[in-house]
């Protein structure tokens, strides 16, 4: 079954400091992977895209990785703003049919304390 | 500015009435979708659409329809709310072939 499991479920950082979110998946066959930022009632934005080649890419405070062989990502946020506060979602794509399949992690909620 | 809009950010309805959600996208995106996000659940997808007049059923599409008559437009649609239908609905659009989303900034829906 494809499976999306984001760590940890919330956590609590003081500004300036630096955090990495993680995301576990089990999809196939995978297509790519993505990070978005949802801040609270809007919708979710892309941050960055990830296919099975690359192992790195970053966004200016955000760097997202990629482990392909063991299936795991991770998002590293530097120099936290507070405006950083907000969930961030994993979503693998997988391959199949007309469009890609999108698979949602459930998020991590950060919030960035002054 | 390209974008995703849908017709309200917060409805409010009874059990039983007909409800009809809005997305309009101005990127000529042949791509369409219904998610709903409940807390602990993440985002479901309830319909897509790959182009005008098609539709394909997502994880949850029970008690839903949706219509697209035009490329740039993707109603859903609950025929008879519920309860259980109370939550946050997200449209997202991308071109075909692509997987990057664009998503609209949400409806909060409250059904009583």
């Known amino acids: 079954k494809n499976q999306v499991e984001q760590s940890p479920q919330s956590l609590i950082i003081l500004e300036g400091k630096n955090c990495t979110l993680q995301c576990n998946y089990t999809v196939s066959p995978f297509s790519n992977l993505r990070w978005y930022k949802q801040d609270t009632g809007r919708g979710p934005v892309s941050l960055t895209i990830m296919t099975f080649s690359e192992n790195t890419k970053s966004n200016g405070r955000y760097t997202a990785t990629l482990d392909a062989d063991t299936k795991q990502s991770s998002l590293h946020i530097t120099a936290s703003q507070l405006s950083d506060s907000a969930s961030y979602i994993c979503?693998?794509?997988?391959?199949?049919?007309?469009?890609?399949?999108?698979?949602f992690g459930t998020g991590t909620l950060l919030a960035v304390q002054p | 500015d390209v974008k995703v809009t849908q017709s309200s950010r917060y409805l409010v309805k009874r059990t039983g009435e007909k409800v009809f959600l809005e997305c309009v996208q101005d990127?000529?995106?042949?791509?369409m979708f219904w998610y709903r996000q409940d807390p602990g659940l993440g985002l479901r997808l309830i319909y897509f659409?790959?182009?005008?007049?098609?539709?394909e059923k997502g994880d949850i599409p029970e008690g839903y329809s949706v219509s697209r008559e035009k490329k740039e437009r993707f109603s859903l649609i609950l025929e008879s709310a519920s309860t259980n239908q109370t939550s946050m609905y997200l449209c997202a659009s991308s071109y075909r072939g692509r997987t990057v989303a664009i998503f609209g900034p949400g409806t909060r829906l409250t059904v009583l």
């Open positions: 659409s790959y182009d005008v007049k098609m539709k």
């Open positions: 990127m000529d995106h042949e791509n």
């Open positions: 979503v693998v794509s997988a391959y199949g049919g007309a469009t890609n399949k999108l698979i």
